[in-house]
């Protein structure tokens, strides 16, 4: 697989506006046809660096993804070591990221990692703890996977301070 970086200049009215992006290509020396646009798209879209936040609700305040969908701890991780593989990764989708992760507001940047999945992808990590969404969570807010016990072990969402909460909330199915 080669790597090329292109630039991309689009002009609107008097602004002017310059986009970097590296684009992977197999073999031959690439083209620049119409699908060339469509790869450094997805490529920029892929290699964008996720940002953890929190938002206030029933459970305290807690750690949410850039969409406002709530990341939760699995216990049976080890610190710094994703066992959420397979199936398990399906239900609970793992926090990826293709570049440093990013701290929202009340996020504590010191805290935020990543790790090395068996895959070979990156996992953001929040004080050590491997971070997943749940695929039941299908608006912001919702925490339906608290205390869940999936895959061999509970599912808790995070605080600030890096820790499960383990409480329940009667709202917790329904979000905030």
């Given amino acids: 697989m080669k790597y090329r970086t292109r630039a991309f200049i689009a002009a609107t009215g008097t602004a002017l506006f310059l986009s970097s992006a590296t684009v992977a290509y197999a073999g031959g020396t690439g083209h620049d046809g119409a699908g060339s646009a469509q790869?450094?798209?997805?490529?920029?879209?892929?290699?964008?660096?996720?940002?953890?936040?929190?938002?206030?609700?029933?459970?305290?305040?807690?750690?949410?993804?850039?969409?406002?969908?709530?990341?939760?701890?699995?216990?049976?991780?080890?610190?710094?070591?994703?066992?959420?593989?397979?199936?398990?990764?399906?239900?609970w989708p793992p926090l990826k990221a293709h570049g440093k992760p990013t701290a929202g507001g009340g996020v504590n940047s010191k805290l935020l990692s990543t790790i090395t999945r068996s895959d070979g992808s990156k996992q953001v990590t929040y004080k050590g703890h491997p971070l997943y969404t749940f695929i039941d969570d299908t608006k912001a807010g919702q925490t339906n996977g608290q205390g869940s016990d999936a895959f061999g072990a509970k599912w808790y969402v995070l605080g600030t301070d890096g820790k499960a909460i383990t409480k329940t909330s009667s709202s917790s199915p329904g979000g905030y």
């Fill in 39 to 91: 790869t450094a798209r997805s490529a920029v879209s892929t290699s964008s660096s996720p940002t953890v936040s929190t938002k206030s609700g029933p459970l305290g305040k807690i750690l949410v993804n850039s969409k406002g969908h709530t990341l939760y701890l699995f216990q049976a991780d080890k610190t710094d070591k994703s066992t959420c593989d397979g199936d398990c990764a399906k239900a």
